[in-house]
Every structure is written in C-alpha cells, then in structure tokens.
C-alpha cells in the first residue's frame, strides 16, 4: 500500500471527486470501477450535491435527525479515492447511484420531480419483523432507510437496482400519491416499518385516523372490497413499476435475486411461461383473491395478506412492460438500453393518470385495461408485433370472453369484440 495516501487527504475533498465503486455490468455482475462523484461538498461523510447521509438516524418533524456517516479512504497515485471499509464502499456507492439516477430523472421527463440532496439512512436499527436485509422510502420525510444486509449475496446499499427501485418509489410518490395518500396508499408498509425500526420518535399514531381492523370472519361487504381492491392495485403497481426501473436502470431481470435469493422465483421479470407473461389481474381476479384471503382463517391480518399479495399483482404488470420492452427493441431497431429508456418515459406519461384514476377516485374500481389504455394512448402508434401483444395481453386477461385483434389504419389499433356478439370499438 505504498503508493496510497493516509485518510487525512480526504479531509479536505470537494467538487468532483474520483472514487472506487462497485457497478453495475448488466447480467454480468458488479465489479470496483472509477467513478466520479459530482458536487461533493464533504468527502469524509460523502455528502454533497445529491445526497445527505446519517447513520442510524431518528426522526422529528418528519425529518432525519442523527450524526453524519464518516467514511474512510485511501488515495492511489492516479488521484483515486479508495474506500478502506465497508461502510465507506456503500456510501459512494449510494451517492454515485444517486446522482445517476437524478440525471436520468432529466432524461426520462421526470426533472424537477425530486429535489436534491435527498437524506438518506444507513446503519438503520430494526428490532421486529421488517429485519435486516431490507430498504425503503419513505414519502413523509422524502428520505431511503437502509438497514443492515445479513445474507451472503450483495449487499442491497451496493444492489443498483435495488436503488433504482427504491428511487422510483419517490416518483410514484410525488407524482401520484403525495396530497391524496391515506392509509390505503403507503409505499410498502411504512407502519409496520417504521414500528419497528429505533429512528421513530413520533407517535405513528399522530399521521391519521386508524381505523378499526378488518377481522377475518367478518363478512366481507362491498364497500371493504372495493377499499382492499384500491389498495392491492395501488399498491401492485407501485411495486411493479418499481421493479420495471431497475430492471430499465441495470439491464438485469433478476437483480432482486441477487440480494435477495428466495424472491428470484416470484419476482424476476424473465420467466417461460407464457400465461406469466400475458396476463394482468383483472377486476373478478383481485376480487376473488381478496375473498379467498378474507375466508382462510388464518390468524395473520387481513390486511398482511393483501399487502403481499400487491407484491403479485405488482410482478404480473412489470413482466408485461419488459416482454413489451423487448419487443418494442426488436421492432423499432433499438439498442436494449435505449428501449428501457424509451417505455421508461410513457411510464413516467402515465402516472398522472394514475394518479386522476386510481389515487384520488376511492369509489370505483381501477382495472387492469384501464391501464392498457392509458399505455396505449401514451405509445401512440404502434408497429404490428407492439400491437399483437398488447392484444394478446388484453385478450388473456379479459372479466368476459372477448376478441381482440390488431387493424392497420394510420399505423395498427386495437379492435375489441364480444366473442359471441362481436361489436367492434377501437381501443383509445
């Protein structure tokens, strides 16, 4: 280690400043790259332009509170800054991260969304069932909480995708949630989260009403159906749209895998069967899974089930997006990351619409091909294979038997038919 500084020549970085830092290569795994950490304001604790940390921070206010992270680095002759432990590895990692995925932000058509730089919670504590191995953000304090990683893959403050997934969830936030969230519309399961992690002070009790629990055995009416059905779709799409980024941010369908193994069967976004991949849930689908759920008599709470089941609803749309993001490579001569960005930016066109749709109407059901729609109108015109699938996606996932068959006009449109009366409509 000869040809390295000691850690005092860190003290006084600022700018932008070369760093070792585990990346991203597609499928084929991290390895340490340089990379240039911009705005850096303070390299001994990583803070700068776009990111804030804290270490095992508390919340006031509804704001991280806590001492800063302290890193520790080594200089090579080149004028690299090496992290010298493995705290030091996550947080440049997290704010090179960061500042990426704020650029891509500008990119995507989502600037000014977020604002910089965003807080962010290392070290977290977490005494209960949320555990180790975990990460979230949290909307309230516009904050990620990271807590500490125990199994033997990558840690999830290295994971790329992971971030990107988290990330993304700040979009879906403030773009559809924030002014209309309730109890119905939290990111993951900021309660229970949150009631076990040592940063909260506050009361939780304090953010709003609770209301009295579903208990299982009571009957099911439907005013409570269309409550859990709002909450399973809103919930789903939250975290399907959120896998789909990271798999646009890393290329890697099974980059949740890599933290996290046992979650590579129900949440990777590359799968064979072809009913995984053209199906959405409809209406009577999630109806009859939140009755089927309601009936069980399992002792957990009713309302655990539907949150993971909006894990499940939440896959089947994200696998739908990447075959469509595959397709739409291949038709439209597009390198795959291009493609990702392009279907990306109609994700980020839709979210007002989920927003005006799904988040703030509490009295009707919001469907799956109300969301087809709203996709289609965003894509604008489609070429032939775009159009088969789409089709085929709303064929298979159909409440009644229908047909629907693509029609070139001025470019290809859907055509929808009842399947023993046919009665054309155009989808718009």
Not at 4 to 29: E, F, H, I, T, Y
Not at 219 to 235: G, I, N, P, S, V
Request: glycine share 8%.
């Amino acid at each position: 280690m000869g040809a390295c500084a000691p850690q005092s020549d860190s003290a006084d970085q600022s700018g932008n400043v070369r760093v070792l830092a585990p990346q991203s290569n597609s499928k084929a795994g991290y390895s340490l790259q340089t990379v240039e950490l911009l705005g850096i304001e303070d390299l001994q604790t990583v803070t700068g332009k776009f990111v804030r940390f804290f270490l095992s921070p508390r919340i006031t206010n509804n704001t991280l509170h806590g001492r800063p992270a302290v890193a520790r680095f080594i200089k090579n002759k080149s004028g690299d800054f090496i992290p010298a432990n493995e705290m030091t590895q996550q947080l440049v990692t997290i704010y090179a991260h960061t500042q990426k995925l704020a650029l891509l932000d500008e990119e995507l058509g989502a600037g000014g969304v977020n604002q910089w730089p965003r807080d962010v919670g290392v070290g977290v504590r977490v005494k209960g069932s949320s555990g180790a191995n975990n990460a979230f953000y949290d909307g309230a304090t516009d904050s990620m909480l990271v807590v500490p990683y125990t199994q033997d893959g990558l840690a999830i403050a290295i994971n790329g995708g992971i971030l990107a997934h988290e990330h993304f969830h700040s979009l879906f936030f403030k773009l559809v949630l924030k002014d209309v969230v309730d109890e119905d519309t939290g990111v993951h399961s900021r309660e229970s989260f949150m009631d076990d992690a040592a940063i909260v002070q506050e009361d939780l009790s304090g953010r709003g009403r609770r209301e009295k629990p579903v208990l299982i055995g009571d009957e099911l009416d439907e005013a409570t159906l269309l409550k859990f059905h709002r909450l399973a779709m809103m919930r789903g799409l939250n975290e399907g749209l959120a896998d789909f980024w990271g798999w646009m941010y890393t290329g890697n369908p099974d980059f949740i895998a890599q933290s996290l193994p046992s979650q590579k069967r129900v949440r990777s976004l590359e799968v064979s069967d072809l009913f995984g991949i053209y199906e959405l849930p409809n209406k009577t689908v999630v109806r009859n899974n939140l009755e089927l759920f309601h009936a069980s008599g399992e002792r957990a709470k009713f309302r655990d089930y539907v949150t993971g089941y909006a894990y499940t609803v939440g896959t089947q749309f994200s696998r739908v997006l990447k075959k469509f993001t595959d397709i739409y490579s291949k038709e439209r001569g597009l390198e795959d990351l291009a493609a990702r960005k392009e279907v990306a930016k109609l994700v980020v066109k839709m979210l007002p619409s989920l927003k005006a749709e799904l988040a703030e109407k509490k009295d009707t059901y919001y469907t799956h091909d109300q969301f087809m729609q709203s996709f289609v109108k965003e894509l604008g015109e489609m070429k032939k294979k775009e159009c088969e699938f789409l089709a085929e996606v709303l064929e298979t996932s159909a409440e009644t038997p229908m047909v629907y068959s693509c029609v070139e006009e001025t470019g290809w449109v859907i055509k929808s038919a009842t399947a023993p009366n046919p009665e054309v409509g155009e989808v718009k």
